[in-house]
């Protein structure tokens, strides 16, 4: 076993614990975000947290072999004895392949990797935040684990780049790892691994509340610049 799929395991039995010792109010039933190989020294793209829509779901998995009858509502139900980690990765790589969120990223750069802040499936932000936050001021016991989780898996993919594409997550992000402007670079900096890695805080490159196409277009110039110097 190489050192990569050492870590990924050890990473995905963690997650594994934690959703075990979680409250069902914490985990809404269902089964968090495994992940698969990291790819490293690359672009990489923050998300908040995996969304979960039963809909979502069919609409990608639809001409899939292997998962075209999904119950989605069913698989990731947790604790469930029947959930196989193994085919949850595989479905993420479908999703990766056809839904629509990941679409923008490609346009950037072919060659990324996407993590998510919190492993909590679930698609209203107002629903995530009353989990991640005590009294709606403080990050909770379980929020910190993920937190702490995330920063091993950033320092794991060493990216080149970052781009935070949701405005909650840069708001955490800035606050747990306080990012410094570079006025130079017209970015924020975060320290990984003994250098300074550019980091974007924007809001969702797809959905209603995405940037418009001019505001894209600026974010990949900016990135392009900030790559080419770097």
């Not at 039933?29 to 790819?39: A, D, F, M, S, V």
């Amino acid at each position: 076993m190489n050192l990569e799929m050492t870590f990924i395991n050890k990473l995905n039995n963690e997650i594994n614990n934690l959703w075990n010792q979680a409250a069902l109010s914490e985990t809404l039933g269902r089964q968090p975000l495994y992940y698969h190989e990291l790819k490293k020294n690359c672009v990489l793209f923050i998300g908040i947290n995996p969304s979960f829509s039963s809909r979502g779901f069919e609409s990608y998995l639809k001409d899939s072999n292997d998962f075209s009858r999904l119950n989605a509502e069913t698989f990731y139900k947790h604790p469930n004895s029947n959930f196989d980690i193994n085919e949850s990765i595989e479905i993420e790589k479908e999703a990766r392949k056809k839904y629509s969120y990941f679409k923008k990223f490609h346009v950037i750069d072919e060659d990324y990797e996407h993590i998510d802040l919190f492993l909590i499936r679930e698609t209203n932000q107002a629903k995530l935040k009353k989990i991640i936050y005590r009294k709606g001021e403080t990050l909770s016991e379980f929020a910190k684990k993920q937190i702490d989780i995330f920063h091993r898996i950033l320092l794991e993919i060493n990216p080149r780049v970052i781009v935070v594409a949701n405005a909650l997550a840069s708001q955490i992000i800035q606050t747990e790892f306080d990012t410094q402007i570079d006025n130079e670079k017209g970015c924020h900096i975060l320290p990984i691994n003994g250098k300074a890695v550019p980091i974007f805080y924007t809001s969702m490159l797809t959905g209603q509340r995405a940037l418009d196409n001019f505001s894209f277009e600026r974010l990949k110039w900016h990135l392009d610049f900030v790559m080419a110097s770097t």
